[in-house]
């Protein structure tokens, strides 16, 4: 996998995410519960404006310092006897792992969940180099055996309903019980624990690495990530290039910021904070450590307008509250990355050739902007690109500037104006039943086709007050 | 040569940021601290009342105990979870308490119980994996979140508090803080002063769970099932 997902254009992929509808009612149901459950661990934690605040200015400082921070985290790592390779692609970073996984002669590689490896396609390189690849987060572990990329980067198989998943473990798995979620869990935890334990190489991303002692953080509920990191022998970390804090004290703040804003927790089940191999004596935890700091596209958006997008902590709360998102859904946007996050960072790490639609993908309510728990000003962010689309890579589409160019025509000439405002009500009767459009022509289609279009009044506003005004003096 | 094209890809990042590569930075001071205003001034009893509320959000039975109740309430613990094989945390912890007395009687018990050992090797972690109960100390514990944390070291494995399908913390009443900032601001001064973290820190809040299947709430996923914590009034 890649950033980019399938090969459908984007008006296919939202027809799709808009006729699937256990997808589009699980999306909806799953905003409200995130929503609330952020909401009240917000308030039970009080001033969360303040925490933002916080959150915010630790990330800007972190950003405008990285390459010291990138720099002290590397020789704590080495200190610590890991080894750092610094990857400016994603081929570089595969390239590195699959080195690894070859002087190691690994069959076998456990993952935890990590958006930075779908991001570099990390499977499918080791795929290639004859490893056998398992993930082992529930959500990532039902889309791994079911070949689908996933739709929220929180719970990356909400798009699934229990009888899909069954159906999934029954059919590459010989899973024989009831689709109950508790039976298909204890099913994976079953399967998966003699995946930990034979596993050669753990592989796990990185929520939060902390310079100033060289350990890599992982946030999780499950339990995988601690069993990917103390069982194998080697453990191999991948981070994107700004998940980095200055300091412990940092940390902490972020990773309660993150926690309550993900799904509301006071903290989730495991806050793991790894450091280098293991230490003399200890009995588990890796004898080798890798870590992979990845650039792939990450340092064209430093020093740009743009720079806050690197602040995300990869909550989804933003994704939680889009409207957008929760009409069309994840896959809708053809990036791992979905939702007003998706739609800022997607453009600016694979370029706006491919995802030019993305930052549409959005009503500019500013729910996200609210919602970012580092106040990422997503909302201008997207406005933002709109403006380059048009202005400077000119992708904006040929009828919208024909639409444009005819509008400006129209609209500064009055009596044009004027003339169409009257003429609008009798010209779209046909189409109108009861003050609504029902089934409009032309460019009110695309709006009739999900709902109904008011009629134009039978007078317009202007007329209307003249006579008015007219009356009242005549009175 | 253990770190790989550093220096390139760091002066990249200076470019863009338009300046020279920084080789020292002032700690930043940020204009607001709102965790240090959360449980701030609690006494131990009010934070072992915090504990105890948040044990109900997390899956978690909680238990009080002195050193000398311990042993009867860790033996109800087993008993509820018919566990015949325990695996716990060595070191000296274990004589303070009164473990290792504890220990040796369930083993005439008829018990299997392994005290992790280095000398031991790693078939500690495959009796882990055969284990009904990991029993380890907190070094540190978290009310507001209800989270014990361990700094996994060679008396206390990793394996010890996330293998066995139930997790037993004791926790001694003086290891309560008030939440993450003051662990936080322990480990950041320990490293200051050159000693460095333990190579696992483990903030455990509860058992495993997960929410992957249509958004349920799932107790017991990779990780423990169940999670028990006994405050010790008098460690």
Known sequence: MSIKIGTKTYADRIQ????????????SSAQGRFRTGRLSAAEELGDWEEWRTLGSEIRQHTMENLDYYLHQLSEQVEKRGGTVFFAKTAEEANEYVQKIAREKEAKKIVKSKSMVTEEIGLNEALQESGCEVVESDLGEWILQLDEDPPSHIVTPALHKNREQI????VEKKGYTGSDQPEELAAFARE????????????????NFAVAESGAVTLVTNEGNARMVTALPDTQISVMGMERIVPTWQDLEVVVSLLTRAAVGQKLTSYITALTGTKLEGEVDGPEDFHLVVVDNGRSKILGTEFQSALHCIRCAACINVCPVYRHVGGHSYGSIYPGPIGAVLTPLLD??????????????CGACTEACPVK???????????????????????AEAVMMKGYAKWASHSAAYKLSTKMAHTALSPWTTDDYIEKGPGPLKGWTDSRDFPAPAKQSFRSWYKQREKRRSNE | MTIHHRESFLEGLADQLGRPRKTTVEPPAYSVKPQERVLAGASPDELVDVLEKQC?????????????????????????????????????????????????????????????????????????????????????????????????????????????????????????????????????SQEAKGNPVSSCVSFVTGPSNSADIEMNLIVGVHGPVKAAYIVVGDL
């Open chain 1, 16 to 27: 799709d995410g808009i006729d699937n509808t256990f997808m589009r009612q699980a999306v």
């Open chain 1, 166 to 169: 069954r159906k999934t473990f």
């Open chain 1, 191 to 206: 399967q998966l624990r003699k995946d930990f334990l034979s596993a050669d190489i753990g592989v796990t991303g990185c």
């Open chain 1, 351 to 364: 370029g706006y050739e491919d995802h030019k639609d993305l930052p549409y993908a959005s009503t500019l």
């Open chain 1, 376 to 398: 990422i000003p997503l909302h201008e962010q997207l406005i933002r690109h709109r403006e380059i689309i048009i202005e400077r890579e000119h992708m904006g589409s040929k």
């Open chain 2, 56 to 188: 109900e959000f997390i899956h978690t039975s909680f238990e009080k105990a002195t050193v000398e109740t311990l042993p009867q309430t860790i033996r109800a613990i087993l008993n509820g979870n018919d566990v015949t094989r325990v695996v716990a945390a060595g070191g000296p912890r274990n004589q303070v308490s009164g473990m290792d007395q504890f220990y040796d009687q369930l083993r005439t018990e008829g018990l299997e119980v392994l005290v992790w050992d280095e000398q031991q090797g790693r078939e500690q972690v495959t009796f882990a994996e055969k284990a009904g109960a990991g029993i380890v100390f907190s070094d540190l514990t978290l009310a507001e979140s209800g989270t014990v944390t361990l700094f996994n070291d060679r008396y206390n494995g990793r394996s010890i508090s996330l293998l066995p399908e139930t997790f037993i913390a004791i926790i001694p009443k003086s290891t309560l803080v008030p939440r993450m900032t003051q662990a936080a601001r322990l480990i950041h």
